[in-house]
């Protein structure tokens, strides 16, 4: 007997902005996690499954690089398709896009859940030899009020008979794709897969949730996703350092922190000769013990000529997320008599925290004049000097 193929639509097209912390710039499932993003831990918790044949992210429209920077390689991998409008539309455009290779189940998952097990999982699937759909549950320990006009309580629900649900919700792929196609059809939005299958008349069994399989919605959730990864890792903090130095050349701008600032001189160099990156990548390496920037992105590499300093921070960002670590804070300082740096210090803050998936608040962009004194003093070049706090696991 052939085993069954089993497929994992994993839905990730919404924004997630109800989950942004302190002005971060990435939505919920992008966001770094225990040094790696949300949608990452949850594609590894299927990868971690044997069992599963197929992966289907359904990623928004708008973040198509978002997703590609994560740069997952398995063969179950396929590559994601375009959501729609709703959750239940995302849900169908997967289902669409496996329809040619038919698989025999279908797991449905929310990217924003990262916990997901592989005994949960293999309980959903092993719930399908026997009905038509599953999916994890919890009972409800709260007293449930129901009100009708959001003010006063019309009556108190018996909680003994409520259950949380979770995903991933496992269904047989042929009746949930009808499902789906005959939901699309009436003035309905459905809050779950599961709903949908009830609705079409479906049998979905219940199998026994876990307390971990949270769902990040707001930013709350974000705290209580860090307390449980670290709660595998024992962690410690790093401190790393980093210094920098380019001379000035004839020319109209300078880059400092990914900003392009009008100039009366450029800074002399093999790559943009962005200082204010150049010591912050170096603080970052050193706080994890990679080396510098000259380790891993040589000047004698002509590839580099005129690169621009952000592709050697993201390289110092996805290191601490292959190290299971996470950026606490930055810190950088610049010396020069001129460019005047205070009105582009959000801008700075805002390219470095986009490079890096973490939020502005963690970043501190500071700048000052050596009075006149020595080599910037005489406007001869420009210096930065930085910090970086990063959490990884600890090495005994």
């Given at each position: 007997?052939?085993?069954?193929?089993?497929?994992?639509?994993?839905?990730?097209?919404?924004?997630?902005?109800?989950?942004?912390?302190?002005?971060?710039?990435?939505?919920?499932?992008?966001?770094?996690?225990?040094?790696?993003?949300?949608?990452?831990?949850?594609?590894?918790?299927?990868?971690?499954v044997p069992e599963i044949t197929q992966i289907l992210p359904i990623i928004h429209a708008e973040h198509a690089g978002r997703y590609a920077a994560i740069s997952l390689a398995d063969a179950r991998l396929l590559?994601?398709?375009?959501?729609?409008?709703?959750?239940?539309?995302?849900?169908?455009?997967?289902l669409k896009a496996l329809a040619p290779s038919r698989p025999d189940l279908v797991l449905i998952q929310d990217a924003a859940r990262p916990f997901?097990?592989?005994a949960l999982i293999a309980s959903v699937i092993a719930a399908l030899e026997q009905?038509?759909?599953?999916?994890?549950?919890?009972?409800?320990?709260?007293?449930?009020?129901?009100?009708?006009?959001?003010?006063?309580?019309?009556?108190?629900?018996?909680?003994?008979?409520?259950?949380?649900?979770?995903?991933?919700?496992?269904?047989?792929?042929?009746?949930?794709?009808?499902?789906?196609?005959?939901?699309?059809?009436?003035?309905?939005?459905?809050t779950d897969d599961a709903e949908i299958a009830e609705w079409a008349g479906l049998r979905v069994a219940m199998v026994a949730g876990e307390r971990n399989n949270i769902k990040i919605t707001h930013p709350d959730d974000f705290a209580r996703a860090e307390r449980i990864v670290s709660g595998d890792?024992?962690?410690?903090?790093?401190?790393?350092?980093?210094?920098?130095?380019?001379?000035?050349?004839?020319?109209d701008h300078v880059w400092l922190g990914g900003v392009r600032i009008p100039y009366k001189y450029q800074l002399n160099g093999h790559s943009d000769s962005d200082v204010a990156l150049h010591a912050l990548t170096d603080a970052i390496y050193g706080a994890i013990g990679a080396g510098d920037i000259g380790v891993h992105f040589p000047p004698s590499d002509m590839q580099w000529k005129g690169a621009a300093s952000t592709l050697f921070l993201k390289h110092a960002g996805e290191l601490v997320a292959q190290a299971q670590g996470r950026i606490v804070n930055l810190d950088v300082t610049i010396v020069c008599e001129g460019p005047k740096i205070a009105p582009h210090v959000t801008a700075m803050r805002d390219v470095i925290a986009t490079t890096l998936g973490i939020a502005p608040a963690r970043i501190a962009v500071k700048a000052t004049t050596s009075e006149k004194l020595?080599?910037?003093?005489?406007?001869?070049?420009?210096?930065?000097?930085?910090?970086?706090?990063?959490?990884?696991?600890r090495i005994d």
């Open positions: 007997m052939r085993s069954k193929s089993i497929a994992v639509i994993i839905v990730a097209a919404g924004k997630g902005e109800r989950a942004i912390v302190d002005g971060a710039p990435d939505p919920k499932q992008y966001r770094i996690l225990g040094g790696a993003p949300v949608f990452s831990r949850t594609i590894n918790a299927f990868l971690g590559p994601p398709v375009i959501g729609g409008p709703t959750r239940q539309a995302s849900v169908l455009e997967g997901a097990t592989p009905h038509d759909g599953a999916l994890p549950t919890l009972p409800v320990t709260d007293t449930i009020k129901r009100a009708l006009d959001g003010q006063h309580v019309a009556a108190t629900e018996d909680r003994s008979q409520l259950y949380a649900a979770q995903t991933p919700q496992g269904f047989r792929f042929g009746q949930i794709f009808s499902a789906h196609m005959r939901a699309a059809t009436i003035r309905r939005q459905f890792l024992v962690m410690e903090t790093r401190i790393g350092t980093g210094f920098d130095v380019h001379s000035f050349e004839p020319g020595g080599f910037t003093g005489r406007e001869e070049g420009i210096v930065a000097m930085a910090s970086a706090s990063i959490e990884v696991p």
